[in-house]
Each structure stands twice: as C-alpha cells, then as structure tokens.
C-alpha cells in the first residue's frame, strides 16, 4: 500500500497530479471534457482496501469499479491522485480531480458539500482489539463504558460517530493512514481501532501474527438511528449529467453480477450488495 501522495494512470506512466489542477468543465461540462479526453481523473486515500496504489497501478473496490463504469462510458484511463481522506471533498471541490472513488461513507454533511453516486456497497463496522480482546470491547458503547483509548482514520464516519456518542476527544485519536493507525494499535498507545470490517480484515491479513484480532461487525446507533455504512463515488455539484450517465452504468453492473466479480478479490461479498431500501437519497437526507 502507498501512503504517499501521487497519482497513477491506468495504461499510462505514472504521472504526478496532487498540485495539479483539473480544467474546468467548459462548454459541454464535465462529461463531455472527460470524453474528449478519454480520461477520467479520481481522488483516492489510499485505504487498502477501498483506493489504493499497487505496483505502480491505482487500484481497490472502488477504482476498480469506476474502471468498468469508465469502460463502459467510453473513457478508458484513469488518473489517481491520493489525498488524506478528510481532503477527499475539499480536494474534488477544488477541481484536483473530477470524482472520488475511496470508498466513502454517504453522510448527510458530505451530501451537503458534493453529489453522491448510487450507493456501490454496504458493510458493517468493526474493530480491531488485542488477541482475546481482554477488555471486551465489542462497539462504541463499550469504548466508551470503559474509558479505553480509540484509533480512528481522520475525517472518517468511524471518528464522526465516536464523537457523537461522546466518546471523550482524549480517548479518540486520529491518524492520517492505516499505516499509523496499525502501528499505534501494535503499540497498545490504543485499545482498538474502528474502520469498516472490510478494512480491518484486510489489514489483518497484511500483517501476520501482529497479535490483533476483528470483532463481529455491528451497525452504530446514533439518537436511536442506525448509521448504515453506505458507500458511493462522489461528484461535484452540478455534474449531473456525469453522475446520471455513471449511475446507469454501474446499475447494469450491480444487475448483472459483475459488480461482484469486481469487488470479490478486495474481500467483498453478497453480504456487501445493496439492500433495494438503502440508496443515496434516504441516506443523505438530513444535508
């Protein structure tokens, strides 16, 4: 996994875009600037194993999902650039790239800022204990109860939700990578550590006999409501026809079962394939 920030283009040289900035639309919008081009330039963070670069090539659920979609539209390349994941949406605002493909939770304050695509998949949340998981710590509630300190990945849902419950600040600490956050964890500066159960078994399974261990998923609860964890691929505002045209391109994927051949080597399931009652506008609804 690469932590550092650059870009990858699919068949191209690795280019190097993090300062760069993408043209604005122009006439005919993004969708068509992006056709003319036959590239399409994405913002990832590097969260194995969502977006990542490998060998020199972006890949992950996600931009491995967009490739297809892409494919389909006509647009055969992709460019990456990787950001933290808490600059993902100021980064796509400010037009270093036209779409995000990181496997990003919809929430109604990233609703209120960019334009999610349909929902890509679901997953629960875990965390990551010691072997034996001594103090029993199953979900949120239980780190909060018992006063333990709790790795979360900055600008994440996990850390949001930490501190909606009241998970005390000094008790949560945030990290820029899963790197860092693996380590503070080896370290026992914390307990745990929460990401979506996804990511802790992949990161689990990239480091043998770390003594660590992945609690059965849960759904957080938050004022009584579920905080489904919900990903999509995320847009500008105003890029309707982009995201309208994307949408119908993955629906057929969802549809016809290659979603899953796509996602299955990045440890996704059935169990990952959207319900029919959790989509982007029931997710997005208090932005």
Sequence with gaps: MSTAAGAVALGAPALLTSCSKVPQG?????????????????????????????????????????????????????????????????????????????????????????????????????????????????????????GVALAVLSGTVEEAVAQDLGIPAGNIQPYRGQPEMFQALRDQRAYCGALTDISLRRMLADNPGSALEVTKGFVPEVDGKEQIQAGGFVFRKGDDDLVEQFNTELKKLQDSGAWLDIAAPFGFTADNEVPQDVTTERLCEAA
């Design 26 to 146: 122009g006439e005919g919008g993004t969708l068509q600037r992006i056709k003319d081009a036959g590239v399409i330039k994405i913002g990832i963070a590097g969260e194995v194993p969502y977006g990542f670069t490998q060998n020199g090539e972006v890949t992950g659920e996600a931009p491995e999902v967009a490739k297809a979609v892409f494919k389909a539209m006509g647009i055969d390349r992709v460019e990456a650039t990787q950001v933290e994941f808490g600059q993902l949406i100021p980064a796509l605002n400010a037009n270093q790239y036209d779409m995000v493909a990181a496997g990003m939770a919809i929430l109604p304050d990233r609703c209120a800022n960019a334009q999610f695509s349909a929902v890509d998949y679901v997953t629960p949340t875990a965390l990551l204990v010691p072997a034996g998981n001594p103090q029993g710590i199953n979900n949120f509630e239980d780190v909060k109860s018992r």
